[in-house]
C-alpha cells in the first residue's frame, strides 16, 4: 500500500480510491492503488510506470474528472505539483460528497 502523506492526514481527508486512466501507446492503461491518501510523489510514479515513461516526462501532464460534462469539452488542468494533487483530491471529495447529499 502506498504511505500516507502526513499534510493529507492531518487534513481529515477520508480514504477513498481514485481510478485514473492513463494514455498507453494507441490505448489507455487502468492505474490501480491509488487513494486520497497517496502522496503526490508516489501518484506520479505509478501514472508513470503505467506510462511507461520516465517520471521526468510528467512534468506536465493533463487530466480532466470524467464526472466532467462531456459537452462543451472541458480544458484539462495540469497535475504540477503536490498543491495540484491536494486539489484534486478535495475536487473528487466535494463530488462524492454531493452525489452522497443527494440520495
Known amino acids: 500500500l ?50 511507461d515513461v520516465g517520471p521526468i516526462r510528467m512534468a506536465a501532464i493533463g487530466y480532466i474528472p470524467s464526472y466532467k460534462p462531456k459537452n462543451p469539452k472541458p480544458v484539462a488542468k495540469l497535475l504540477e505539483d503536490e498543491e495540484c494533487w491536494e486539489k484534486l483530491v478535495d475536487d473528487v471529495a466535494a463530488y462524492i460528497e454531493s452525489f452522497k447529499n443527494k440520495r
Do not use: C, W
Request: a positive charge.
Open 2 to 51: 502506498p504511505s500516507e502523506s502526513p499534510q493529507r492526514k492531518s487534513a481529515k481527508i477520508p480514504q477513498f480510491s481514485i481510478p485514473i486512466e492513463v494514455p498507453y501507446k494507441n490505448a489507455t492503461r487502468d492505474v490501480t492503488g491509488i487513494t486520497s491518501l497517496t502522496p503526490y510523489d508516489r501518484v506520479i510514479h505509478l501514472l508513470a510506470e503505467k506510462m
